[in-house]
């Protein structure tokens, strides 16, 4: 306990309110750890019971890792299909966000010019709406263009949800390296273009990472555009929200543990950044 | 910054146009789309869709309930995270753990969250259970009972209390990383104590984070949808669910429009309101 | 190997003229220090020079070669950057190595060239290393060996020492001034420190709000500067300046007269250096209010006649605050300004060398 001993020294009039404040303190960041992390627990302890302790009753607190449940679930008529809709929605969705709004933050972090702000205006106003309400008219044109029920067409509109997010982080996140850095590369050689690809680029891709994997999570999550807009080609999402009614117990706790997982893992991924994210991207 | 000659002038546009066309086709054009189809009949204008909706009997709960929630739901989350972020900031050790568990439920869905719920509180649940275990109960009890709106009300506000906390939690953190420790600890060598200093510094410093936080948060709040579908089904009606429902089930896009204007009406509201009631007052008296 | 020349080179953002059509004539292998204050449009004028920033009017010819139209790559310039720019994700010999490798230099020769370097500013030891474990000093030293790894034909530098700490800069200028006099190249270096200015340059061009007001050698600048603001900015405590009133063939200043004012029309400004003032009978009279011993010599800060002027003394003088002091100029030190525009009216006892066409 070093670091309480030299606290102590350095505060020595202070120590014992400080010991039981101490107290206090740990007991409440644990109650909270509890209240995120319990919740999560038993889902994870339904997802891994057969099939008869998810109904069984009482319920066990202590997870069977029988994998009957998720058996149950990656077997269910339409739930590989949608899994797999899932992952191709949110994987374009992650790289047409990255497209349209690395260049686009890239424009707003190294150059002024005319409308500039009306960009950035525009950009920050789409987060003053409930976006997933655009699907609504879109169905209608969609029909017209023939991207109704399809994966691109719901990835568009993810689209309009993460890339107002992709071009603020990258914004700042090119933002954050020094321009003198391009600035001596253009002076030892590099054209505008390969200064991009050989300073600007290496240093800025951990950030796109953390603003693709944003995106990603995004789409991943979202129900009520995806429930309004596809109809054979449905998401995990769309999938067991329409389900809701008819399906059993375990296929909903396995559906539930089996989103909440690739966005956990990514979130990890990009903890280090979120919080830059947040700080820049709330400004 | 660069200021340079022309040729970055259109290489700016170049860069910022895909997203800029982008946005005016998805964002911009479906936007105009929504309020014509909320607006117009056979006959051009016509207000026919809001009296629809209004007639509606479900159209007075939803309304009712949406509000309900996000005036129960914000509050206690700005005041969870205000104080997960205060305790997070006093930590010497575990910080980074704690902070990421703490914003677990960011990356989790309202659907999934709603799923996480429903599993702690239908009735061969592990609420029941546990209570049981404990004797407190003698069998499984209906927590989710589809004639006790308050219950469901309850239900919902603590599995969105649970999910959407943590959003508030990194808007907050982000803006307490970016206030100088100096202003803390001046006010500590004047002799303010911990309590003093949270409302007297940290607090009126941390306004433009508590504005995002408070606008972001009662819009997505507005939106609460999954989490209600999954935990009350059709017994808690809110905005966003006839929206769907209208939409979906009974195929009239009309109709759902008017709702979602209605959504839009409330949200701009509040992002207003708020704008206003947070505004920076530092820079008002000068002028 | 190249020249340059500046020619009536101006700069506007938006409504600031940053640069005031500014000449400037550097030879081969000479070594100009662009020096003043934050906003005077050195770093401007650079920037100009490398490429980074386009003139709105003017012209730049590096080697006889127009390159006005010219990226910065194509100039055969190289630049030291005040923050380094050292690049975070490549070792330190594959930033000294970028320029040549740009080039397409065969790796052999790169190995050879960047370790020759490398060795000149004494990091052969850290060639392995990356940005982030690296000292400030030997940050800069990697950024200096990157730029003259390329061996271009001009040498650009911004503040490069601005972010040392004092004792570091010291040890750097002067090794910096060793391997620059050793390659010969011709360098345009900015810095808003007049002591670097002097230590390193062979021709100071001092700026002031968007125009070169003196461009000659240091000693030029100290002794015979061409402005009053010249003399006011070069020195520590800068020069003192006093009004005078024409008498006859003479001027009097607070009470006393000089015989050899200059002959023009102008009202006069008289103007001396702190230290090129001694005790004497008669001559410039005031009350002594603050003496600031500083090891060698003592400040004596007086009040001369409603001004504040000050005074660099011998310690073995005891002074004493309160005390009247009369102090005569040395012999031939007396500078006269026109007092409305501010330019010397004293001749220099060199002939101004040309500041460009």
Redesign the interface.
């Given at each position: 306990m070093t670091s309480l001993a030299t606290t102590e020294a350095e505060a020595p009039a202070r120590a014992e309110p400080r010991r039981s404040g101490r107290l206090l303190m740990a007991s409440a960041v644990a109650v909270l750890v509890a209240w995120v992390l319990v919740p999560i627990y038993l889902l994870v302890v339904n997802a891994f019971g057969s099939v008869a302790a998810v109904s069984a009753w009482p319920k066990s607190l202590v997870p069977e890792f029988d994998l009957s449940s998720l058996a149950f679930f990656a077997n269910y008529a339409g739930v590989p299909r949608a899994l797999l809709n899932s992952f191709l929605v949110a994987g374009l969705t992650m790289v047409m966000s990255i497209g349209l709004g690395a260049p686009a933050g890239y424009a707003l972090a190294r150059f002024r010019f005319p409308g500039a702000n009306l960009f950035r205006l525009a950009v920050l106003m789409t987060r003053a709406f409930p976006l997933p309400l655009l699907a609504l008219p879109l169905t209608v044109l969609f029909i017209r263009v023939g991207l109704d029920d399809t994966i691109i067409g719901l990835a568009l509109v993810h689209t309009t949800l993460a890339m107002p997010f992709a071009v603020l982080i990258m914004a700042s996140l090119f933002l954050s390296i020094p321009e003198e850095l391009e600035e001596a590369a253009w002076t030892l050689g590099c054209s505008r273009l390969s200064a991009f690809r050989k300073v600007v680029l290496p240093l800025a891709l951990p950030g796109i990472a953390a603003a693709g994997i944003f995106a990603f999570v995004i789409s991943w999550n979202e129900v009520f555009a995806a429930a309004v807009l596809t109809i054979e080609n449905k998401t995990l999402t769309a999938f067991l929200l329409q389900s809701l009614d008819v399906s059993p117990l375990p296929l909903k706790f396995a559906g539930g543990a089996v989103l909440i997982v690739p966005a956990l893992l990514f979130l990890f991924a990009v903890r280090k950044y979120l919080f830059s994210l947040w700080g820049i991207a709330n400004r | 910054?660069?200021?340079?000659?022309s040729g970055?002038?259109v290489?700016?546009?170049?860069?910022?146009l895909?997203?800029?066309l982008?946005?005016a086709a998805?964002?911009f054009?479906?936007?105009v789309?929504?309020v014509v189809?909320a607006f117009t009949g056979e006959e051009g204008f016509t207000l026919a869709h809001f009296r629809t909706m209004a007639d509606d009997w479900k159209f007075g709960p939803a309304l009712a309930n949406t509000l309900g929630l996000a005036l129960v739901v914000v509050p206690v989350q700005i005041t969870l995270a205000l104080?997960?972020a205060s305790?997070v900031t006093?930590?010497?050790?575990g910080r980074?753990m704690?902070?990421?568990?703490?914003?677990?439920?960011?990356?989790?869905?309202?659907?999934?969250a709603g799923?996480?719920?429903?599993?702690?509180l239908?009735q061969?649940?592990?609420l029941?259970?546990?209570l049981?275990?404990l004797g407190l109960i003698s069998g499984?009890q209906n927590l989710l009972d589809y004639r006790n709106t308050a219950a469901l009300f309850a239900a919902v506000v603590v599995a969105e209390v649970?999910r959407a906390t943590a959003i508030v939690l990194?808007?907050l953190?982000?803006?307490m990383?970016?206030i100088p420790k100096e202003y803390d600890e001046a006010a500590e060598v004047f002799g303010a104590g911990p309590l003093k200093r949270f409302f007297l510094i940290t607090l009126p410093l941390l306004r433009?984070?508590l504005q995002?936080a408070l606008?972001?948060r009662t819009?997505l709040a507005?939106?609460v949808?999954?989490v209600v579908?999954?935990l009350a089904?059709n017994n808690l009606p809110v905005l966003?669910g006839e929206?769907?429902s209208w939409?979906?089930d009974l195929q009239d896009?009309k109709v759902?429009?008017a709702y979602?204007i209605v959504?839009?009406a409330i949200?701009?509201a509040f992002?207003v309101f708020f704008l206003w009631a947070l505004r920076d007052r530092t820079r008002e008296a000068a002028a | 190997m190249a020249d340059i020349d500046i020619r009536q080179v101006a700069k506007r953002f938006g409504n600031h003229q940053a640069l005031h059509a500014v000449n400037l004539t550097v030879a081969d292998g000479e070594f100009v220090v662009l020096l003043g204050a934050s906003g005077s449009g050195k770093t401007t004028l650079l920037r100009i020079v490398a490429g980074l920033e386009k003139a709105s009017h003017g012209t730049v010819i590096i080697g006889g070669r127009r390159v006005d139209d010219l990226p910065p790559r194509r100039r055969g310039i190289a630049m030291v950057f005040q923050n380094y720019a050292v690049f975070p994700h490549m070792t330190v010999f594959d930033n000294i190595g970028f320029g040549l490798a740009m080039q397409k230099v065969p790796a052999a020769e790169i190995e050879r060239r960047v370790r020759r370097v490398a060795e000149l500013l004494h990091i052969e030891e850290l060639l392995k290393r990356y940005s982030g474990q690296l000292s400030g000093g030997q940050r800069q030293r990697v950024a200096v060996a990157r730029a003259l790894a390329v061996e271009p034909a001009v040498l650009l530098m911004d503040e490069p020492l601005s972010n040392l700490d004092a004792l570091l800069r010291l040890e750097m200028r002067a090794e910096l001034k060793g391997v620059l006099q050793e390659s010969r190249t011709t360098t345009i270096y900015v810095t808003h420190d007049q002591v670097e200015a002097m230590s390193l340059a062979d021709r100071i061009a001092v700026m002031h709000e968007g125009r070169i007001v003196q461009a000659a050698p240091a000693t030029e600048v100290y002794h015979h500067p061409a402005t009053r603001f010249v003399g006011g900015f070069i020195g520590n405590p800068p020069m003192n300046f006093l009004p005078a009133e024409r008498e006859g063939e003479g001027a009097r200043v607070a009470g006393h007269l000089f015989r050899d004012a200059p002959a023009a029309d102008a009202a006069l400004l008289f103007g001396i250096r702190p230290e090129d003032l001694v005790p004497a009978g008669k001559g410039l009279a005031g009350r002594v209010r603050v003496v600031e011993p500083l090891g060698p010599h003592q400040l004596v800060t007086m009040d001369l006649a409603g001004h504040l002027f000050r005074v660099v003394l011998d310690n073995d003088l005891a002074v004493r605050p309160g005390e009247t002091l009369t102090l005569a100029p040395r012999p031939g030190r007396v500078r006269w300004f026109d007092a409305d525009s501010g330019v010397s009216l004293t001749q220099t006892t060199q002939p101004e060398p040309a500041t460009g066409a």
């Open positions: - | 910054m660069l200021r340079l000659a970055e002038k290489l700016s546009y170049v860069l910022i895909p997203a800029s982008f946005l998805f964002f054009v479906p936007f789309q929504v189809e104080v997960m305790l006093r930590l010497e050790r980074d704690v902070l990421y568990v703490f914003t677990i439920p960011l990356g989790i869905s309202d659907l999934a799923l996480i719920w429903f599993a702690l239908e061969n649940g592990f029941n259970s546990i049981y275990g499984p649970w990194v808007i953190v982000a803006g990383g970016l433009p984070s995002t606008i972001l819009i507005f939106e949808f999954a579908a999954v089904g966003m929206t769907y939409q979906f896009h759902a429009s979602a959504i839009l949200s701009l992002t | -």
